[in-house]
């Protein structure tokens, strides 16, 4: 039984995104003419260009000064910063979460900061291994700390809901710059701290 196709919503012709949705969903034998459908162009346009506000963030913007001058020289640490991004492969979703720790050298940074750090980096195109890396360095450039580890766990839905179907499965990655990298005892700290999540 074939759908009868109504002509495009004219606002379509605004939004090339919420277009080429329409003819995808035309493409795979729906009908976005249909109720349930009618607004899905608009909503998932609205939904991709949050996904991916990343690309339009400016680090400056999001520290804004808050970086201070604090004689403190021991392991900052905030963990179990909860993420959600998309696979580039794929664009399909994949979340999980984030420990991210610095040795600071002269200044801290206000702590609302790191998690905005990573959502402006999660809110992308992205591969669990750059996300990382990027964190990491983006602390590192900011901060110029004694050194930076990133220790960030997910689940990928194209592992879960296609290919292989591993729903109970998780990627886990790192990235140690400084004296993360180069002392194993402060990476071991680091490491035993991550692995006390929630405590």
């Given at each position: 039984m074939h759908c009868i196709m109504k002509p495009k919503d004219p606002d379509l012709a605004d939004s090339p995104i919420a277009s080429r949705i329409h003819d995808i969903l035309t493409e795979l034998g729906e009908d976005p003419a249909r109720d349930g459908l009618v607004r899905t162009p608009h909503r998932?346009?609205?939904?991709?260009r949050f996904l991916t506000s990343g690309y339009q963030t400016d680090l400056g913007e999001i520290v804004n000064g808050a970086?201070?001058?604090v004689e403190y020289d021991e392991m900052v640490i905030v963990k179990d910063i909860e993420f959600y991004s998309l696979c580039e492969h794929h664009v399909l979703p994949f979340f999980g979460r984030m420990h991210v720790a610095y040795l600071p050298s002269k200044k801290v940074i206000g702590l609302s900061k790191i998690p905005r750090i990573v959502d402006s980096f999660a809110r992308r195109l992205q591969v669990q291994e750059r996300l990382t890396q990027q964190v990491a360095e983006a602390i590192q450039d900011i901060l110029t700390p004694r050194g930076v580890g990133v220790i960030c766990e997910a689940q990928h839905f194209c592992m879960m809901m296609r290919g292989v179907e591993k729903q109970g499965s998780s990627t886990v990655t790192s990235a140690m710059l400084g004296s993360f990298?180069?002392?194993r005892e402060?990476?071991?700290?680091?490491?035993?701290l991550a692995r006390n999540s929630r405590c």
């Open positions: 998932s346009d609205k939904a991709l970086l201070f001058d990298r180069n002392n402060t990476r071991e700290e680091f490491l035993t």
